[in-house]
């Protein structure tokens, strides 16, 4: 399957992906995030076969099952999502693409958007990263654009938040 | 009863809601310097029976009961006891340190003795107030007021509650909160008595409705499994109640009919209790039930014990919802919701129950009074039975491959457990899954369907409940289109429109990208334009074009 973040389908109308990609260091940030979830159950199934040598076969049978699935998971995920996390602000709006087996294309007007907050996590921060979620006044939830160079995104905030300010009405 | 506080009272006295004999026909709760007020005397009563009641009832029990009740039942309800005087005291607190006043921009609520909690929110921002009122409240002459806002930033800041006012203050801050121009140019009262015919009011002919909804029929064996609970904690089983007499003599008699009988009554009576529970549920639900044109404002009130009255700005309408259960919709009826800025109150299991029934505009009724009521109140109907355009193939072959394989993963299972406990022909029986499951799996296409209708964007979609929804296109705040892997397989995708009205997003599933991008651009023309390519030989810069200028045209 390859992933491109552009949506085209018959007609010739097409989406296309949004300018910019993300900090090539995400790659290695997801990858750390990829590794903290699939190697403590690894570790613990190890453990457990090792301590309870009756139940041995099972637990390793798990073992093999959970390492080869999480193995598929820390080589695809980082490199897929790198490729499909893009994100642009115009003048007009914040168009931002998110996902890599599910995925996602979102479009928030500038008129429309209420807050704009940067974060940064202790693992992006360790890597340089962070996040912007930019808040409109739906309940489904924000837009969050993640795996941004700590500067632009910081950069990023500001404009928007700039942007924003500069349009009357409440938003909704 | 002097009242310096800056809003002035709406002349007249309103109408008492919701409780008899109590009406005060000045606004109640003593002020305070700076036009604090606090909440109505009667609260201290209501306080007193909170604190006072748990001790009373588990002294009795000591006292009467102890030589009958085993003493582990009895001790499990003094903890409980001793728990209700704790949230009593609580309570009495909160109430006697509420202070809360109207300026000219904002509503302020201030609580606590040593911890001062202030909050306040922009009276501009107000966009619903509900008036509710418990049984309890009512004997006391008091109500409940809740303010929505329709912030969903930051958690617990979007309403602000009163707990504990007397009726004529209830409808004193509701007409000051939502009817701030008129109020203080005029003293235009909103009608409490409208002169203008109800939009809308209960036909007990709509009762025959009430066994259809799936909420009701699940409200009442919810209401049963709760009450399994609290006898489970106090240490009664099931099997106590089998080893009584009366009990267990039915069972004996149960056994000597045949099994095809007793399988039969017991449908029978599970089938009776839902429906009676389910008119029961109605009839406390939406008695008195009125809908009321206000002008600026739609009101709804309802309630048998509980009384409810829900006030709505107009100019937050952003379109209505027509949701039809399965069996509602069999007999021909449907459910009415608004769809609106400032009712939704976050994402709480709880909340989302009480904001689906703030959110109705009428009980369960025929469909033709939901379509009538829906253009009353937005002026035309998005809802009617217009031609919504179909979805691609490809979405039914979706709800078909949904269907086979709940049906294959069923078989699986049965078949694995075939191998050590069922008998090895146990997988066989899922295969009766596939007819049940087929008939939804085309209901649910059928459903599906989208299309602009003036000013609304309509999506309608769902079996098991059929939600038709026109959300205006000026209330588009967004969009999201979204695929899983599957629906990347099957060349579709869905469209999201997000919204600041009620859950927040409203769904086009399974589309062609092409005609969920076309949808998009014709519901609100320009938002998505900028991130469409050119399509291939089209370099010359200009727009693309998408087929839309007979539309716009149109509209």
Redesign the interface.
């Known amino acids: 399957m390859s992933v491109t973040t552009e949506l085209t389908g018959p007609g010739g109308v097409r989406l296309r992906p949004p300018r910019n990609p993300v900090d090539p260091r995400a790659r290695r940030w997801w990858t750390v995030r990829a590794l903290l979830i699939v190697v403590p159950p690894v570790v613990v199934l190890a453990a457990l076969a090792a301590v309870i040598p009756p139940a041995a076969g099972w637990l390793l049978l798990a073992l093999v099952v959970v390492a080869v699935a999480g193995a598929g998971y820390v080589l695809v995920m980082p490199r897929w999502s790198y490729r499909f996390h893009r994100w642009e602000a115009t003048d007009e709006a914040v168009y931002a693409a998110s996902g890599w087996i599910f995925q996602e294309w979102r479009i928030a007007p500038m008129s429309r958007i209420q807050t704009v907050d940067s974060e940064r996590g202790p693992l992006a921060r360790a890597f340089g990263l962070a996040a912007v979620t930019v808040t409109t006044a739906s309940a489904a939830g924000p837009i969050k654009i993640v795996g941004l160079d700590a500067a632009t995104a910081a950069d990023l905030a500001h404009r928007l938040t700039a942007a924003t300010q500069a349009v009357p009405g409440d938003a909704t | 009863m002097t009242d310096p506080a800056p809003p002035p009272e709406p002349t007249g006295s309103p109408e008492p809601y919701g409780a008899a004999g109590a009406a005060e026909p000045t606004g109640s709760g003593r002020t305070d310097e700076g036009g604090w007020q606090r909440l109505d005397p009667r609260n201290k009563p209501v306080a007193a029976l909170f604190i006072a009641g748990p001790p009373v009832v588990v002294g009795l029990l000591w006292l009467v009961g102890g030589a009958f009740i085993p003493p582990g039942l009895l001790w499990t309800i003094t903890s409980l006891g001793v728990t209700g005087v704790v949230i009593g005291v609580v309570a009495a607190v909160e109430w006697v340190t509420v202070r809360y006043r109207v300026t000219g921009e904002r509503l302020q609520v201030r609580t606590g003795f040593a911890v001062r909690n202030h909050r306040s929110i922009p009276r501009d ?1 107000i966009r619903s107030v509900d008036i509710s009122a418990s049984p309890l409240h009512r004997v006391f002459g008091l109500a409940t007021v809740k303010v929505g806002t ?4 930051g958690s617990g800041n979007e309403e602000l509650k009163l707990d504990g006012v007397s009726p004529a203050e209830a409808e004193r801050l509701r007409a000051v909160l939502l009817y701030r121009t008129a109020q203080e140019g005029t003293a235009e009262k909103p009608a409490a008595e409208p002169e203008e015919p109800a939009v809308a009011r209960l036909n007990w002919a709509w009762l025959r409705y009430a066994p259809l909804t799936m909420s009701s029929l699940l409200a009442v064996f919810g209401a049963l499994g709760v009450l399994y609970k609290p006898l489970d904690a106090m240490g009664v089983k099931p099997a106590d109640i089998i080893r009584l007499g009366v009990v267990r003599g039915a069972v004996g008699e149960f056994r000597t009919v045949p099994l095809w009988l007793a399988i039969a009554v017991l449908v029978l009576v599970v089938v009776l209790v839902a429906v009676l529970g389910a008119a029961l549920l109605f009839v406390l639900t939406w008695y008195g039930f009125r809908l009321d044109d206000e002008g600026a404002t739609l009101r709804t009130r309802r309630g048998l014990l509980t009384t409810r009255s829900v006030t709505l700005e107009k100019r ?1 309408l952003r379109g209505v919802e027509v949701a039809e259960p399965l069996l509602l919709r069999a007999g021909g009826g449907a459910r009415l919701n608004v769809v609106a ?1 400032g009712l ?1 109150t ?2 709480g299991e709880s909340d989302r129950d009480k904001d689906s029934n703030a959110r109705a505009l009428l009980p369960p009724a025929p469909r033709a009074e939901a379509h009538r009521v829906a253009v009353r109140v937005l002026g035309d109907d998005p809802t009617a039975d217009v031609a919504l355009r179909p979805h691609p193939r490809a979405a039914r072959r979706r709800r078909i491959n949904r269907a086979v394989l709940t049906t294959l993963a069923v078989a699986v299972v049965l078949a694995v457990l075939g191998v050590w406990w069922l008998p090895a022909w146990a997988w066989l029986c899922a295969l009766v899954l596939l007819p049940v499951l087929l008939p939804f799996s085309y209901d649910a296409y059928r459903s599906l369907g989208h299309g602009v209708t003036g000013r609304y964007l309509v999506t309608r979609y769902g079996t098991g409940i059929r939600r038709t929804v026109g959300l205006r296109r000026d209330g588009v ?9 599957f629906q ?1 397989r099957a ?1 579709l ?1 869905t469209l ?1 429109a ?3 009205a ?4 409203y769904k086009v599933r399974d589309v ?7 949808l998009a651009e014709e519901a609100v023309p320009g ?2 334009a ?4 050119d ?2 030989g089209r370099a010359d810069g200009t727009k ?1 074009d ?1 087929g839309l200028a007979a539309q716009r045209e149109d509209n």
């Open positions: 921002r329709g912030q969903h930033v937050r800025v939704s976050g994402k705040i967004g969009w999201t289109v979204s695929r899983s892997p990347r060349g995708v999201t997000t919204t600041a009620n859950d927040g997003a062609d990208p092409a005609t969920a991008l076309r938002m998505l900028p991130f469409l390519a399509p291939p693309p998408l």
